[in-house]
């Protein structure tokens, strides 16, 4: 079993920043492929980026790339995203997972086996 617990997330205005954390315990999470998934009201849950257990290995989707950095921490078992220039249409509660295995970045929810209860990101315009 792995607990996630993510914080970080809050009001700001649009073009400003927000640095997400998700801490995780119960197992090392090293060789994992931790992800971040987001889903604003009367949206689907939707993919936002995903690091492998190399920091180089990372997946982005289009909408943040260039605004948002996804790095890992892995002396304390904590997967950060730095969110930049921040839209409104980030608004949404930003979740985090784990896949309890190694290998590349994935983008497909149902490859993870593990999420927090996420938090939630609002940008006013």
């Known amino acids: 079993q792995v607990q996630l617990v993510e914080s970080g997330g809050g009001l700001v205005q649009a073009g400003g920043s927000l640095r997400l954390s998700c801490a995780a315990s119960?197992?090392?999470?090293?060789?994992?492929?931790m992800g971040w998934f987001r889903q604003a009201p009367g949206k689907e849950r939707e993919f936002v980026s995903a690091?492998?257990?190399?920091?180089?290995?990372?997946l982005y989707a289009d909408s943040v790339k260039g605004r948002f950095t996804i790095s890992r921490d892995n002396a304390k078992n904590t997967v950060y995203l730095q969110m930049n220039n921040l839209k409104p249409e980030d608004t949404a509660v930003y979740y985090c997972?784990?896949?309890?295995?190694?290998?590349?970045?994935?983008?497909?929810?149902?490859?993870?086996?593990?999420w927090g209860q996420g938090t939630q990101v609002t940008v006013s315009s």
């Open positions: 690091i492998g257990w190399s920091a180089s290995n990372t």
């Open positions: 997972a784990v896949r309890s295995r190694s290998g590349l970045p994935a983008q497909n929810a149902p490859l993870y086996d593990y």
């Open positions: 119960g197992r090392t999470i090293s060789t994992y492929v």
